[in-house]
């Protein structure tokens, strides 16, 4: 079972967990499994991406320290490739594990002067829920 890291307030396993066992959540009966690569997504990806830079942290992360603006189908590629090997390579825990620690140095601080992390919890789980959500729209 998934739960919030004291430390880093990410995912983590717990020693009794299914994927502590060598067993994944992200197998062919999974919803992101079924969905993760319907084409349909795409009709809803830009959707996605829009309500994720709303939230405070994430708007801040991206207008200061991506790429977005210069080349956004490149961007979207740097994103969307780890996100689906997540899902659907063999080593899709490592992957997940490497998207994170890309994101550990994503950290500053917004146009009011409020600090910011890609790691705070609240703007971690609104990415996942936001692209849970655009699953949920194309089903």
């Not at 009709?43 to 991406?49: F, M, Q, S």
């Not at 740097?78 to 899902?87: G, Q």
């Amino acid at each position: 079972m998934l739960y919030m890291s004291q430390k880093h307030g990410v995912p983590g396993e717990r020693a009794g967990s299914r994927a502590a066992r060598g067993e994944t959540l992200l197998d062919a009966d999974s919803v992101i499994w079924r969905y993760g690569g319907d084409w349909r997504l795409g009709l809803v990806l830009a959707r996605a991406l829009l309500l994720q830079v709303c939230h405070p942290t994430i708007g801040a992360g991206v207008a200061e320290q991506s790429k977005f603006r210069e080349d956004p189908w490149g961007r979207l590629r740097e994103s969307l490739e780890p996100v689906l090997e997540t899902v659907y390579a063999a080593d899709g825990a490592e992957a997940g594990a490497r998207i994170r620690e890309a994101h550990r140095a994503i950290r500053g601080t917004d146009a009011s002067g409020r600090r910011y992390s890609a790691w705070e919890p609240e703007a971690y789980w609104f990415v996942l829920a936001s692209g849970m959500d655009s699953t949920v729209v194309i089903t």
